[in-house]
């Protein structure tokens, strides 16, 4: 299994590839400030927002998505939460349901909102909008970003030493709140 810390010792890693897309800007308070290029944001480190939905099964498993090597941020590591960076212009539950489709192909189900977070770290400058869902049909990888999904407990998916500090932000936060539940709780 290639890990983030393997890839290093096959060689550089794909270059990773920058969807040509607005995105909506946000100052360090949440409010709108205009948009940029998803390339100028990520050059320039801009705050901007982001969904998370958790996507839960019948027996409380999440599914753990391993992102594509060509993936600007983190590639090749896990992903708690399905999810993305919010459009110019778009509402973030707009924004987590066209994530959720393209992603994983679900869609027609119902998103909870459970709490926005600021993430500041590693350059990112994120204000987060975090959902949960439940869901047991198929899924539908996008290619260009999803390597792989599995379905993993809570406590598989916050053992995983590859997964993205912000998506284990916000798993540490369902379950602080009460969104999520550990073990056979």
Known sequence: MLTPSSSATLGALPEPFI???RIQLVDARNRPCGSA????????????RATYVFVRNGWGELCVQ???LTKEVFPGYHDLATGG??????????????????????????LTPCFTFRYTDGGNFIHGSAFV????????????EVADA??????????????????RVAL?????????????D
Do not use: C
Request: glycine share 8%; aromatic share 6%.
């Open 19 to 21: 969807k040509d897309e």
């Open 37 to 48: 290029s998803r390339r100028l944001m990520r050059r320039f480190r801009f705050w901007h």
């Open 66 to 68: 391993r992102r594509t």
């Open 85 to 110: 960076v919010v459009g110019a212009g778009e509402a973030e539950h707009v924004a987590a349901r066209r994530e959720l489709a393209e992603e994983l192909g679900i869609e027609g189900v119902t």
């Open 133 to 144: 869902t439940d869901y047991e049909g198929p899924l539908v990888l996008q290619a260009d």
């Open 150 to 167: 599995s379905w993993l407990t809570v406590e598989a998916a916050l053992a995983l030493e590859d997964a993205t500090p912000d998506s």
């Open 172 to 184: 540490e936060q369902m379950l602080a709140q009460g969104w999520l539940k550990a073990g056979n």
